[in-house]
């Protein structure tokens, strides 16, 4: 098992030795390493069992940090980056040479971000390199938005978790790219598309159906272990009729559904409290005794839209 704690200098010594740390973010707890020493970057792919095509996000602790990884940055991604950073805000960027080729998959850009938890924000600061972290989650699973949730899959595996709480968004950055300088969403996440397009105007989603611009855009994504179907709950629950099931709603309860086997993501509704609970909540289901997951999809305002990509990608 991995120690918990909050001792940053801990953190900062194992890092130093080139050893891998679970961090918290705003979004979802990271899994750590010096983003310029490839062999602590590969022992990242190995921990996670990711594929070494699909690239990590490095995390820096100020804007002078990004200027030593990127070739350049366009003008709306700096605009960005003033408004979001700190925040759950990822810019894709033409990559200087000192980012190793490990670190992006041999892709000629960058994926930076400046993390918003200030236990995070301190470690950076403390630390002579930028941070390369996933999320902290075997390839493929659910992402991890409390320190329990680390400690269940990759405790065996690092010496050290930073406990900053339970994670205060609950999803994943928002990936920005830029296409001939046109921003595109590569990712929905914690900053909805409404309030970038508000500050740097209309930007496009990359639909899950074209050809994914990076791996880690593949259809199959944050999926339990348990089939989860998505769609109408009343039809849903007509078609799984005699099945045990388990289901997950925004704030609608079914009395056809016994109490323990259903989810409220939000009582009054409020997606960025959907957001907030999404994840555990997937676990929570993942571990009942049911054969069966049904959700349905979420209103597309605000964080909507990031949190119905995070259950058709869960499901079936
Ligand atoms: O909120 C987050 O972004 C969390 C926390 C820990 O910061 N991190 C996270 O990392 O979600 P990960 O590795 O689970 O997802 C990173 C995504 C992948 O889908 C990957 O394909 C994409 O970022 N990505 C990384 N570098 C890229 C690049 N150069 N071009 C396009 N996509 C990239
Ligand atoms: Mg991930």
Redesign the pocket.
Known sequence: MAEIGVDIDKARKLLDQGQLVAIP?E????LAGNALNPDTVSQIFAVKKRPFF????V?VSDLNQLEELVEHIPESARQLAEKFWPG?L?L?LPKRSKVPDLV?GG?N???V?L?GHPMTRKLLQTLSFPLA???ANPFGYI?PTTVQHVQDQLGDEIPYILDGGDCQVGI??T?V?FEQNQPII??Q??IPREQISSLIGAVKVIEQKETP?????LRSHYAPGKPLYLGNIPELLQRFKDQPIGLLTLHKHYSEVPDDFQIQLSASGNLNEAAKNLFAALRKLDGMSINFILAEPVPTNGLGPAINDRLRRAAT
């Open positions: 973010t979004t979802v707890y990271g699909d690239p990590l996000i995390h759950p990822t894709v992006t892709l850009t960058v994926a971000r993390p972290a996933p999320s992402s994943e950055s990936i790219a590569y990712r996440g914690g611009r990076a791996p880690g855009m």
